[in-house]
């Protein structure tokens, strides 16, 4: 069963506006989430993280926000850049309870037009 | 060295076959972790170590996988009698350990394993 999801495979933004890129997850145990960026023949790159006693974090044009009660999380890019053009992967672990491995969704393609 | 090494980029063996794929992690790092992406999924965890242990196996898919890491740095997982369904790209990933997640870990490039 797939414990995170990302539904929408692939997204198609105008360069200088919002790119939301969304998540969603089964696991009640899980406590950490992070959003990796993915380019051709490389290996994902860590973006930014959350902990589930926020419910916001930022770092530069990136927000993460993370729902509980609806399980959902989101990722914002303001304003979008052509090099953002890359699959993004949503991972959740449950860290407190000592589980280091992380749980991935499908990814999200994201091309940004210039 | 700066980032961490997989070798080889791309391997191509005949079903049956045994393989070897290695991982060289950031210098300092205690923590190593190997992730398998097939085509169109995200990484799907296989095994962690924490220096020279194997925290958690949980993910290797069955019994003709292995992974070591003798030294506590330097990592190999092993493939016995591939078969075409283990086809994937088999990444690696280092951090030093449980503060790893505020900056997330650093994956390799990946090895691109093709089972014909």
């Known amino acids: 069963d797939q414990q995170v999801k990302q539904n929408s495979p692939s997204l198609s933004v105008q360069e200088g506006r919002i790119s939301i890129l969304n998540c969603d997850y089964t696991n009640s145990m899980f406590d950490y989430f992070l959003w990796y960026k993915k380019y051709p023949a490389e290996g994902p790159t860590f973006l930014i993280s959350?902990?589930?006693?926020?419910d916001k974090n930022e770092d530069g044009r990136f927000t993460v926000f993370l729902n509980k009660s609806a399980k959902h999380l989101s990722l914002h890019i303001v304003p979008s850049q052509p090099g953002d053009s890359a699959v993004y992967f949503c991972a959740a672990s449950a860290l407190t309870f000592g589980n280091e491995k992380l749980t991935f969704g499908t990814g999200t393609r994201l091309t940004i037009i210039p | 060295g700066a980032g961490v090494s997989q070798t080889p980029s791309n391997k191509v063996t005949e079903k049956g076959k045994y393989v070897e794929l290695r991982c060289d992690p950031i210098?300092?790092?205690?923590?190593l972790y190997w992730y398998r992406q097939s085509l169109g999924q995200g990484p799907e965890f296989l095994i962690y170590?924490?220096?020279?242990?194997?925290?958690?196996d949980s993910g290797l898919p069955n019994d003709r996988f292995f992974a070591v890491r003798p030294e506590g740095s330097v990592s190999t997982l092993k493939i016995q009698r591939t078969e075409r369904g283990d086809s994937a790209v088999y990444l690696c990933?280092?951090?030093?350990?449980?503060?790893?997640?505020?900056?997330?870990?650093?994956f390799g490039s990946g090895t691109r394993l093709t089972v014909v």
């Open positions: 170590f924490q220096g020279t242990g194997a925290a958690d």
């Open positions: 210098s300092g790092h205690t923590a």
């Open positions: 959350i902990s589930s006693i926020k």
């Open positions: 990933a280092s951090s030093f350990g449980d503060r790893g997640y505020d900056y997330g870990y650093t």
